[in-house]
C-alpha cells in the first residue's frame, strides 16, 4: 500500500519503511496529536557501507547511527500512506560518508 501513491521514478518502498511508517501513523493516531504537532520516528541506520572506502568486511563492532525522521502529525494522518515511508528514506539518505564523519567527531570531542 505505500508503494501505490509512489511516484513512478522513486525506488519501492522497502518492508521497513512501510511497516515503520504505518506503525508511525498508528502512533500518531494513538496518540491523538494535534495536527501542527511535529513527531519524530528514531531509528538506526547502518553505515558500514556508506563511508568512502567502506568498513572492512571482517571489521566487528556496531557501525550504526541513531538519526529521526519527522513531520507534522496532520500530514502524517491525511497525506497518502506512502508519505511515512517517504520521511523516512529521506532521513536515512541523509548518513552518508560526511554525516557519519561528523557524527564520529562529535563523539570524540565527548567527556
Known amino acids: 500500500m505505500a508503494n501505490v501513491s509512489r511516484a513512478t521514478d522513486v525506488?519501492?518502498?522497502?518492508?521497513?519503511e512501510?511497516?515503520?511508517?504505518?506503525?508511525?501513523?498508528?502512533?500518531?493516531?494513538?496518540?491523538?496529536h494535534k495536527s501542527n504537532q511535529i513527531t519524530k520516528l528514531y531509528f538506526l541506520v547502518n553505515f558500514r557501507n556508506r563511508m568512502l572506502p567502506p568498513l572492512p568486511q571482517g571489521y566487528f563492532g556496531?557501525?550504526?547511527?541513531?538519526?529521526?525522521?519527522?513531520?507534522?502529525?496532520?500530514?502524517?494522518?491525511?497525506?497518502p500512506f506512502g508519505?511515512?515511508?517517504s520521511k523516512i528514506?529521506?532521513?536515512?539518505?541523509?548518513?552518508?560518508?560526511?554525516?557519519?564523519?561528523?557524527?564520529?567527531?562529535?563523539?570524540k570531542v565527548q567527556p
Request: proline content about 0%.
Open 62 to 79: 556496531t557501525a550504526v547511527l541513531r538519526i529521526a525522521a519527522s513531520s507534522q502529525s496532520g500530514e502524517l494522518m491525511t497525506r
Open 83 to 85: 508519505y511515512s515511508s
Open 18 to 32: 512501510a511497516m515503520a511508517g504505518h506503525l508511525w501513523r498508528c502512533t500518531c493516531k494513538a496518540h491523538e
Open 89 to 107: 528514506r529521506e532521513a536515512a539518505e541523509m548518513v552518508t560518508d560526511d554525516y557519519v564523519r561528523s557524527a564520529i567527531d562529535l563523539v
Open 11 to 16: 525506488q519501492s518502498y522497502s518492508r521497513f
